[in-house]
């Protein structure tokens, strides 16, 4: 063989052992984003309406402060709220929690209103 040959095939392997790098690390990421998710969901305390996410009948009035996000995702919040970008707050809080729109919109919005 020649050198650009072994070269050629260095290369290869070594693109191969990366993209298999690559897949395991994206298994890990999934992985704890699927943690993540079910620590959400596990440590929300249990509120009337909101037990089972399938009944379509709200709750009578939702105490929204029952959800203890990561602080820096409080302030990250914050910070859009005072962007005026409150969709992508809600969105966000959304993505991070797990609850459904109602009770993202309405934790959204006791952040706006109590600030601190």
């Known amino acids: 063989m020649e050198t650009v040959e072994l070269i050629a095939v260095s290369a290869l392997i070594l693109s191969l052992l990366l993209l298999l790098k690559v897949i395991s ?12 998710h079910q620590h959400w969901r596990n440590n929300l305390p249990e509120v009337s309406g909101l037990s089972n996410p399938n009944l379509n009948a709200p709750a009578s009035s939702p105490n929204v402060t029952r959800v203890s996000p990561p ?18 707050a ?11 729109l109602k009770e993202a919109k309405d934790y ?5 209103r109590n600030p601190y």
């Open 71 to 88: 602080v820096n995702l409080d302030e990250r919040l914050r910070m859009l709220l005072t962007s005026g970008k409150k969709i992508q």
């Open 108 to 112: 959204v919005e006791n952040l706006e």
């Open 25 to 36: 690390l994206q298994r890990q990421l999934n992985e704890l984003k699927s943690d993540q």
């Open 90 to 100: 809600i969105k966000e809080f959304r993505e991070a929690s797990g609850l459904g």
